[in-house]
């Protein structure tokens, strides 16, 4: 089982439309979780950390759930730059702090 | 401000050459990582330096020599060059403390 789980779309949507990615970890230990954006063929950047009391920007919400091992990613009035690869990461940290990524869900906003 | 440089960008190797991918950072981070993407399969670590004079492998460390030079450059060496390592490989750094990776660009490795 991979340690970060995505559902790898595509999700096509109309601009406008709300739109919420799911993810799931397996490590307990994991600590830490954000919400990166890798558009095609570039670096992945940070998009938001995720709290456990969940937090928004913009049009942007995250939300994490420790105890189902679960963490969510909504976007409100997607627009047309929105279109890009979504990855969830966490990190643990004892041990190897580094960064675990799931494999990505790609968004399309269409017109 | 640069942040993360990685050199070359494009790369074809015929199957047994020797490379060495190059990083630099200029944040003054602790912490830097390689790792690669393949299709469907997401970034995946292959070493990692907590500091500088310090390495541990990943999850997928076969096939690759990895160097802290210094706290600035951190490179990844592929010592005899396969057509599984075609990939792209993302050079990262981060300060544990705030935790955000900044990456480079990507170096796009072909193996013929």
């Known amino acids: 089982r991979k340690e970060v789980e995505q559902d790898p779309g595509p999700f096509n949507v109309p601009e406008g439309a709300t739109v919420a990615f799911n993810c799931t970890y397996s490590?307990?230990?994991?600590?830490?979780f954000f919400w990166y954006r890798q558009d095609c063929r570039k670096e992945p950047k940070l998009l938001m950390s995720?709290?456990?009391s969940g937090n928004e920007d913009g049009r942007f919400t995250a939300q994490l759930n420790r105890a189902s091992q679960y963490i969510s990613l909504l976007i409100r009035d997607s627009k047309l730059s929105d279109s890009a690869t979504y990855l969830c990461?966490?990190?643990?940290?004892?041990?190897?702090?580094?960064?675990?990524f799931g494999s990505g869900t790609r968004l399309q906003v269409q017109p | 401000n640069a942040g993360v440089t990685q050199t070359p960008k494009f790369q074809v190797l015929k199957t047994g050459q020797s490379m060495t991918l190059q990083c630099a950072q200029d944040m003054n981070h602790n912490s830097m990582y390689w790792y690669r993407q393949d299709p469907g399969m997401g970034l995946r670590l292959i070493y990692y330096s907590a500091s500088e004079g310090t390495t541990d492998k990943g999850e997928v460390p076969n096939g690759y020599n990895v160097s802290r030079l210094n706290k600035r450059e951190f490179s990844l060496r592929l010592e005899s060059a396969a057509p599984s390592q075609t990939s792209v490989y993302f050079c990262?750094?981060?300060?544990?403390?705030?935790?955000?990776?900044?990456f480079g660009q990507g170096t796009r490795l072909t193996v013929v």
């Open positions: 990262a750094s981060a300060e544990p403390v705030n935790t955000e990776a900044f």
């Open positions: 990461v966490v990190k643990k940290q004892t041990g190897r702090r580094a960064l675990t």
């Open positions: 995720v709290y456990s």
């Open positions: 490590n307990s230990a994991s600590q830490s």
